[in-house]
C-alpha cells in the first residue's frame, strides 16, 4: 500500500534525478539515516498541512497526504544539520530553465521553494486528481503558498524538504538581471509559469481561470499581464514623474516625494483589459489582437497617493477645467522608434474627489512588480485596463485626449458591419469604463463529471465598470431554460464581508458561487452565467452582435459546456 511506503526511501529521491544528476550516494539513501523506519506512524499523522501547502488542493486526501509528518517529530535538530551538509556537498544546482521543463509526470514535476529545488513526481503520482498542483509545477511555490494561506508552515518546510533535490543556481535565485544581449526583451522579470502566455515578447499572459475564483484579491504573481514593449528597468533613486500643463509650470516629483509629500491612500479595484474573452469573438468570425481568454482581468489593492492631491500640488485649480479636459499619461516604455505608451482620462474622473484615480506605489502590500509598472503606475478605478498606465513618466493636464496609437486607433468599439476597409477611428469615442461583465471560472469548458455526484458548484467572477456594482449573477445549467441566482462575495472565505461599497464607487469584482442539483435525464450541461449591476446594465445574450473587427468589449454570457457520465456501478 502506497501509504504505508516510507517516503525516505531510494525510490523517493528519485531514481530519475540519481541517474542523471549523480546525486551523491549518501544522499540517495537518506531513507535510512532521516527515517525512524515506524511506517505506522505515517498512517497516525492527521494534519493536512501538506496538502494546502503545495497549493492547497487534492480535495479530501489531506490526511493521507500528511503521511510524512509524524516522523520529523523530535527529529529536527538531525533534519537541519543534514540539510546544512546537504547544501554544501551533495545537491546539484538546476537552472530556472531546466527547473521549467519539468511539469508533467512524464518529465517529472519539480517546484522550486526559498532558492531550493523539489521533485514532487512521486507525491503528484500518488495522489491524483490534484489538479491544483500541477500549476504550480515547474515553478516557484511560494505564490501558491500565498494564495492558499497554509497554516503551520513550519512542518510544511519540514516534509517538503525531503523531496529536494537539489539547488537553484544562484543567478536564477538573484534573478540577476544582468544578461547582456540585443535582444530588448532580456531583461523582463521572470514570471510564474502558471500564466498562459499569449506573448512572449511583448509579454502577455493571463492565469488560469480558476486561480481568480480562488482568492479575491489576485496575488501579484498570477494577476494578468498586459505589456506592449519590453519592461523598462527604472531606478528608484533617479526616477522622476513630471506634471506638465498646470498654471504653476511643471511640478517634478521623485519617488521619495511622492510618497512623503501626499497622504496614502489604498484601493482595492478590479483591472480588465478591452480585450478579455476575445476569443469568443474570434470563434464568430477572426478579429485582430491578442487571443485572450476569460482571465484578462484581476483584482488587487493598490497603495499609492491620488492623483487630484498630486495635480492640486501642481497647480490645477477649478478654473483650468474651463480649458482642458483630459489628463495625459505617458509611460517610460517605449517601442523600437521611442515611442512611449500613453493613454489618457476625462479631467473630471482625474480630479473628482470620488474617482479614485491613483498614483500606485504599491501592489497587494509590497512595492509594485516590475510587470506591472514599478515603480509608479495609474489605477484609474472602473475604467480599461489600457488607461492605467504603467512606469508612468508624465502627466499632462490638456485640452486634448492623448495622441497616442492606443487612445487614438486602438481600444474603441464598433459596429459587427465595421470591417477594416470601412473603419475610421475618429468616428468612435476611446472606451473608458468598461460594461458589466462576469464568466465562469469553474468548472472548465469540457469538464466530464460523475452523475453520481448529484450536486455541481460553479464559481466566476462579476464586475461592471463605472463604479457600478453587481447586484446579481444569474447561472444556468441548461442554457438558459431555467436560472438560479449565484451567491456574491466581496472577500475571501472566512473574512468578514465588507460592507456595500458607496454608490458609484464599486471598483472591484465579486466572485460567485453556487451549488445546485444536477438536472435529471440531461447528458450534457450548458452552464450560463449573467451578470446585473446596480443600473440595471446586463450582458447580451450572444456574441454575433457585439462582434467588432478589434474583439473588443466581449460580455457576452459566458458558456461552458460539461459532460455527466452516467452512473456505470450497477453493471
Ligand atoms: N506603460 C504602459 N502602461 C500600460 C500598458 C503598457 O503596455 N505600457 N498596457 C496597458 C493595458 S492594455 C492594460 S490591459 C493594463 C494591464 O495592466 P497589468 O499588466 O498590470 O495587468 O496596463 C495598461 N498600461
Ligand atoms: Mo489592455
Not at 518529465?107 to 523539489?118: A, E, F, I, N, P
Not at 500549476?135 to 516534509?159: K, M, R, T
Not at 535582444?183 to 509559469?193: I, L, M, Q, T
Not at 480562488?214 to 513630471?242: C, G
Request: one cysteine or more; proline letters at 6%; glycine letters at 8%.
Amino acid at each position: 500500500m502506497l501509504l504505508l511506503r516510507c517516503v525516505h526511501s531510494l525510490s523517493r529521491i528519485s531514481p530519475r534525478s540519481v541517474q542523471r544528476y549523480q546525486v551523491a550516494p549518501a544522499l540517495a539513501t537518506c531513507g535510512l539515516h532521516r527515517c525512524s523506519g515506524d511506517q505506522r506512524s505515517y498512517q497516525r499523522a492527521q494534519s493536512p498541512s501538506w496538502t494546502y501547502a503545495l497549493t492547497g488542493l487534492l480535495a479530501g486526501t489531506g490526511a493521507v497526504l500528511a503521511y510524512g509528518l509524524q516522523h520529523h517529530k523530535g527529529q529536527q535538530a538531525k533534519t537541519s544539520e543534514v540539510q546544512t551538509t546537504e547544501k554544501i556537498s551533495a545537491f546539484p544546482i538546476f537552472s530556472q530553465e531546466e527547473v521549467t521543463k519539468h511539469r508533467s509526470l512524464e518529465d517529472g514535476m519539480w517546484v522550486t521553494y526559498r532558492g531550493s529545488v523539489y521533485d514532487i513526481t512521486e507525491f503528484v503520482a500518488m495522489h491524483p486528481g490534484g489538479d491544483k498542483i500541477l500549476l504550480a509545477a515547474g515553478g516557484a511555490l511560494e505564490p501558491f503558498w500565498a494564495l492558499y494561506a497554509v497554516h503551520n508552515q513550519e512542518h510544511v518546510l519540514e516534509i517538503l524538504s525531503t523531496y529536494k533535490i537539489g539547488e537553484l543556481s544562484a543567478e536564477d535565485v538573484k534573478k540577476q538581471q544582468t544578461v547582456k544581449s540585443s535582444d530588448p526583451y532580456s531583461s523582463d522579470p521572470e514570471r510564474h509559469p502558471v500564466l498562459h502566455v499569449n506573448s512572449l515578447k511583448p509579454f502577455n499572459a493571463e492565469p488560469p481561470p480558476e486561480i481568480l475564483s480562488d482568492s479575491y484579491i489576485t496575488p501579484s504573481a498570477f494577476f494578468f499581464k498586459r505589456n506592449h514593449f519590453p519592461v523598462p528597468q527604472v531606478d528608484p533613486a533617479s526616477y522622476r514623474l513630471h506634471v506638465e500643463g498646470l498654471p504653476g509650470g511643471t511640478l517634478t516629483l521623485s519617488l521619495e516625494e511622492l510618497k512623503t509629500r501626499f497622504p496614502k491612500h489604498t484601493v482595492t479595484a478590479t483591472l480588465q483589459c478591452a480585450g478579455n474573452r476575445r476569443s469568443e469573438m474570434n470563434e464568430v468570425k477572426q478579429v485582430k489582437g491578442l487571443n485572450w481568454g476569460i482571465a484578462a482581468i484581476s483584482n488587487a489593492t493598490w497603495g499609492g497617493v491620488k492623483l487630484r492631491d498630486v495635480l492640486l500640488a501642481a497647480g490645477y485649480r477649478p478654473d483650468v477645467a474651463q480649458w482642458a479636459l483630459h489628463v495625459q499619461f505617458e509611460g517610460l516604455d517605449k517601442d523600437m522608434t521611442g515611442t512611449n505608451y500613453g493613454a489618457s482620462i476625462p479631467l473630471n474622473k482625474a480630479v473628482s474627489e470620488e474617482g479614485d484615480v491613483l498614483l500606485a506605489y504599491e501592489m497587494n502590500g509590497e512595492d509594485l512588480p516590475a510587470d506591472h509598472g514599478f515603480p509608479v503606475r495609474v489605477v484609474v478605478p472602473g475604467v480599461v485596463g489600457a488607461r492605467n498606465v504603467k512606469w508612468l513618466g508624465k502627466i499632462i493636464v490638456s485640452a486634448e485626449e492623448s495622441s497616442s496609437h492606443w487612445q487614438q486607433n486602438d481600444y474603441k468599439g464598433f459596429s459587427p458591419g465595421t470591417d477594416w476597409d470601412t473603419v475610421d477611428f475618429k468616428s468612435a469615442p476611446a472606451i473608458q469604463e468598461l460594461p458589466i461583465q462576469s464568466a465562469i471560472t469553474t468548472p472548465e469548458d469540457g469538464t466530464v463529471i460523475d452523475r453520481d455526484r448529484e450536486e455541481i458548484t460553479v464559481k466566476g467572477y462579476a464586475w461592471s465598470g463605472g463604479g457600478r456594482e453587481v447586484i446579481r449573477v444569474d447561472v444556468s445549467l441548461d442554457g438558459g431554460k431555467t436560472w438560479h441566482v449565484a451567491q456574491l462575495r466581496s472577500s475571501d472565505e472566512g473574512k468578514a464581508p465588507d460592507p456595500s461599497p458607496p454608490l458609484g464607487k464599486a471598483w472591484a469584482w465579486k466572485l460567485w458561487e453556487i451549488t445546485a442539483p444536477l438536472p435529471a435525464e440531461i447528458k450534457e450541461l450548458e452552464i450560463v452565467c449573467k451578470a446585473v449591476d446596480n443600473s440595471y446594465n446586463m450582458q447580451p445574450d450572444t456574441v454575433p452582435p457585439i462582434w467588432n473587427l478589434r474583439g473588443v468589449l466581449s460580455n457576452a454570457w459566458h458558456r461552458v459546456k460539461v459532460k455527466i457520465r452516467e452512473d456505470l456501478s450497477g453493471e
